[in-house]
């Protein structure tokens, strides 16, 4: 148990320094398939292990490595439990298919090597955060995590846009640590530990105070929020995608954006005691999701659609976190993983073979000359709008009547995701009928074909999760509930509601689905109709949020760095050096008479001294 | 009248207070020299007649170290007076004043 | 009795001698008096047994340092008369009041104990070499190597500035 678990983060390490070593010897595919492989036994390891959570309910394991900072009672230490097993499980089993479908897709990219060293880089690293028993090494695999996304965001940095994004998605991420690095001080000084078992028992026997588990839940969700890239730290998402399309699918769509869901998740037994965080958690969420989805509908680029998808369906996953509907959460986590990745590889695939156009007004008329792409899509384009059986409407529903059922103010909360959902499949839909139907409208030379098999089979496999996915968890057999019992079981878990209501509220959903998918059929049926209304254009801007950050952040930290530079550096603080200086120029003017040269003043000064330390003796009355 | 060392001391005093005043108020270095070592010796009695009246050996081991230190001071002194004298050709403080503030 | 007289015949001495030294327009008088002083001193320390003492009194002072300060008097020429006009003005009266204030607490203070310190209750302590070495051999063992140190510091030092004299230092001279 011991070597095998910790065997699930060596192998893609060691695929990481060999080809950190020698990607550029190895070549192509050989380096390509090394890192395959290395994720692929990641993977086959996983389901050995995690069988007997599957055939019964097997104890949670913890791995120690070694003593870490003894100081914090820190330990590097694996937890292999049921959540951490289903991480594992997606982390590496997606990871696996997008390694293999890169292979293709990065064929001839002179970074190719490096390429699969960083992704090699990033499974460990979040390996690393989904296995760790303790804050400090969650905290190392976010960070982790946050390196490996940069270093691929930025991957073509010879071009401007993607260093930038880069940089972007660093800077941002850094603003959400900034919350997780003083909730964890928070948590170290209540508990005296880190320790998942010790902070969790410790908060269950009430050791937290409602106020202070308020404090670290809202600074939890600050970080979670950067890496999850939630309302107001969103914006370096959409600009990631800047990277290499299997990045987008594996980073920034199936698992590290999910990072924060799974804290969230892990962390449960604090946010129980704060409400009104948890309650923020889902407030976030519902409007991060119903906010992208708007901007989605507005869009051009096939990636940047893809992208504040993403993160409208991250705020549905928060939302059903936020609900305390963990198991929802973690489900909705997973077959957004399918589906998602299998998009972004689809919408990779279109790239791919229109040889890297990403306007979507430059596509349309591919689904007969890229069918198998086109079939995979249609599935994952169901999947998203919530159309039964396919996954995404077992865990939406799930979230959505989880929402419902808590009452009061929660309604509303589920009126956006509904809102949400149909703007979801209407702005899905927009895509894959620019993309795939119409007339062509492809620029000279564009010759459209159907990618090597090498790609097209992650998307078949991925296809298939899209469709069977979802029925792990129906309201009809439980089963992802009852895996993920052992580890929610000190955590009130809010439910589902069930008979007629159950019924009507699936059909409420399916409906806004349907309704948003025919809307954008009726409208984009025929032709490409002129959007470039003040309206569109605000929305297709992402509502200017960037420029307004850009202005108020970036703007209003270059004003301050001029003040400091040019008024407080210059005048303040150069004026206070130089005010010393002179000050003790000056006192130096005065106190120079003193020194007269004559050696007899000088004496004079210590006989004068030596008569000053008689009296004083003799006033104190003898010596 | 038998001497008590009260009469050393006083006598010691009045060495080292006439010490005191060639010290300040002569120009010449030798005798500013010599008017240290005056001084010097004034306390080096008084030394040897407290440990006198205490019945203790080390007032006289105190004279010894101060007598080395004073043998010392003296041969540097000297040596910088010669210095001085071979650059300035002058033996009078009063004309040394380069360090004036 | 014998030890009244001897103080006062060399108590007038040493004081002569002192005076004498510090008046005298010509250092080699200076000198002289100074020499006075000193085995005037010796004379005090044989009447207060500190027999060592006195003789390295002699040997050292009276005979090492002040043949030293003849030697330099030599060198630099003794017909150089000082003139006594005083030039800073306000030295010779701050020096006086200093002076006698100085006296003034002195005396005071030996009005109220010329020694402090508990009295050593065992026989007459006798300086005599044997004496001496005991205590200096043993107790004060490390000061004495220090002051070893001191003085080889102290040759060499003297012996650096006494050797390394420019050729050309009239012209050179920074002071002039």
């Given at each position: 148990m011991d070597l095998s678990l910790s065997l699930i983060i060596f192998l893609p390490m060691g695929g990481m320094l060999l080809l950190f070593g020698f990607g550029k010897r190895i070549g192509e595919p050989g380096a390509g398939i090394v890192a395959t492989l290395a994720v692929v036994g990641s993977f086959l390891i996983a389901v050995v292990l995690a069988f007997d959570f599957i055939n019964g309910d097997g104890p949670a394991e913890t791995v120690r490595w070694f003593e870490w900072l003894p100081a914090f009672g820190v330990e590097a230490e694996l937890r292999w439990d049921q959540l951490s097993a289903l991480m594992t499980l997606v982390v590496t089993g997606v990871g696996s298919l997008i390694h293999l479908y890169s292979i293709g897709y990065m064929r001839g990219d002179p970074g190719f090597g490096r390429f699969f060293s960083y992704l090699n880089l990033f499974i460990t690293s979040m390996l690393i955060l989904v296995l760790a028993n303790n804050f400090a090494l969650l905290f190392v695999g976010w960070e982790l995590v946050g390196l490996s996304s940069y270093l691929l965001i930025s991957?073509?940095?010879?071009?401007p846009i993607a260093a930038a994004a880069g940089k972007k998605a660093f800077i941002v991420n850094r603003v959400g640590d900034v919350g997780f690095i003083l909730a964890l001080m928070l948590i170290f000084s209540v508990f005296g530990s880190l320790g998942f078992d010790t902070v969790f028992e410790g908060a269950h026997r009430g050791e937290l105070t409602v106020t202070m588990a308020t404090a670290i839940a809202l600074l939890l969700l600050v970080g979670a929020a950067g890496k999850s890239a939630q309302l107001p730290l969103y914006v370096w998402l959409p600009d990631a995608m800047e990277g290499p399309t299997p990045v987008s699918a594996l980073i920034?769509?199936?698992t590290m954006v999910t990072a924060g869901v799974y804290m969230v998740a892990r962390t449960g037994a604090i946010f129980e005691l704060a409400p009104i965080a948890a309650a923020t958690v889902a407030v976030v969420g519902g409007a991060t999701a119903l906010f992208a989805a708007t901007i989605a509908i507005a869009q051009r680029d096939i990636k940047r659609v893809l992208a504040y998808s993403t993160i409208s369906q991250l705020g549905y996953m928060f939302m059903g976190v936020g609900a305390a509907a963990y198991t929802a959460g973690v489900f909705h986590l997973m077959t957004h993983a399918f589906f998602k990745a299998l998009l972004f590889l689809g919408a990779g695939s279109v790239i791919h073979g229109m040889s890297?156009?990403?306007?979507?007004?430059?596509?349309?008329?591919l689904a007969r000359k890229m069918p198998v792409t086109f079939a995979t899509m249609a599935i994952a384009w169901l999947a998203i709008s919530g159309i039964p059986p396919f996954a995404g409407f077992w865990s939406k529903d799930e979230i959505l009547g989880v929402v419902f059922e808590r009452g009061g103010l929660w309604q509303v909360l589920w009126g956006v995701g509904l809102v949400t959902a149909l703007l979801t499949a209407f702005y899905m839909t927009r895509m894959m009928w620019l993309t795939f139907f119409g007339e062509p409208r492809w620029d000279d030379g564009v010759e459209p074909h159907e990618s090597p098999r090498l790609m097209t089979v992650p998307l078949v496999v991925l296809a298939g999760l899209s469709v069977v996915g979802g029925l792990v968890n129906t309201p009809f057999k439980a089963t992802l509930e009852h895996f993920l019992d052992p580890v929610f079981e000190a955590v009130h878990l809010a439910h589902a509601p069930d008979g007629s209501l159950a019924w009507i509220l699936a059909a409420v959903s399916v409906a806004a689905g349907i309704i948003g998918i025919g809307a954008a059929i009726l409208r984009y049926r025929s032709r490409v109709p002129v959007e470039d209304g003040l309206g569109w254009r605000l929305l297709g801007n992402g509502y200017y949020i960037d420029d307004v950050y850009a202005g108020v952040f970036a703007g209003g930290g270059k004003l301050g760095a001029d003040w400091l530079a040019f008024r407080f550096d210059v005048r303040g603080i150069d004026g206070a050096v130089e005010g010393i200086g002179s000050l003790t120029r000056k006192a130096g003017g005065w106190l120079r008479?003193?020194?007269?040269?004559f050696v007899r003043s000088y004496g004079l000064a210590i006989i004068a001294g030596a008569v000053g330390l008689l009296a004083w003796f003799l006033s104190r009355g003898g010596i | 009248m038998a001497v008590t060392p009260g009469w050393y001391m006083a006598l010691a005093a009045v060495l080292f207070i006439i010490g005191a005043g060639g010290m300040l108020l002569r120009r010449n270095a030798l005798v500013m020299f010599m008017s240290i070592e005056l001084m010097l010796n004034a306390v080096n009695l008084t030394f040897v007649a407290a440990g006198r009246e205490l019945n203790v050996l080390e007032g006289q081991v105190a004279v010894f170290f101060v007598m080395v230190v004073a043998a010392a001071e003296v041969v540097v002194g000297l040596a910088i007076i010669i210095a001085v004298f071979r650059r300035r050709q002058t033996a009078s403080v009063d004309e040394l004043t380069q360090l004036r503030g | 009795m014998v030890e009244t007289v001897v103080f006062v015949i060399f108590g007038l001495a040493a004081l002569f001698g002192a005076i004498t030294m510090v008046w005298a327009r010509n250092p080699v008088y200076s000198a002289m008096g100074l020499m006075m002083t000193m085995f005037s001193i010796a004379v005090f320390y044989v009447s207060n047994s500190a027999h060592f003492i006195a003789v390295v009194q002699v040997i050292v002072y009276a005979g090492a340092v002040m043949t030293l300060f003849l030697f330099v008097i030599m060198l630099i020429g003794v017909d150089k008369e000082e003139d006594?006009?005083?030039?800073?003005?306000i030295q010779r009266p701050l020096a006086l009041v200093l002076i006698l204030s100085f006296g003034a607490a002195v005396v005071v203070a030996g009005r109220l104990a010329w020694t402090t310190g508990i009295r050593n209750p065992l026989d007459p302590v006798n300086g005599t070499v044997e004496a001496i070495g005991d205590e200096l051999f043993k107790r004060w063992v490390l000061p004495f190597e220090i002051t070893g140190l001191l003085l080889i510091v102290a040759a060499a030092g003297a012996i650096a500035l006494a050797f390394f004299k420019d050729d050309d230092d009239a012209e050179v001279d920074p002071w002039r």
């Open positions: 991957f073509w940095f010879e071009r920034h769509a199936a890297g156009e990403q306007d979507m007004h430059k596509m349309g008329g008479p003193l020194q007269t040269g | - | 006594r006009t005083e030039n800073l003005p």
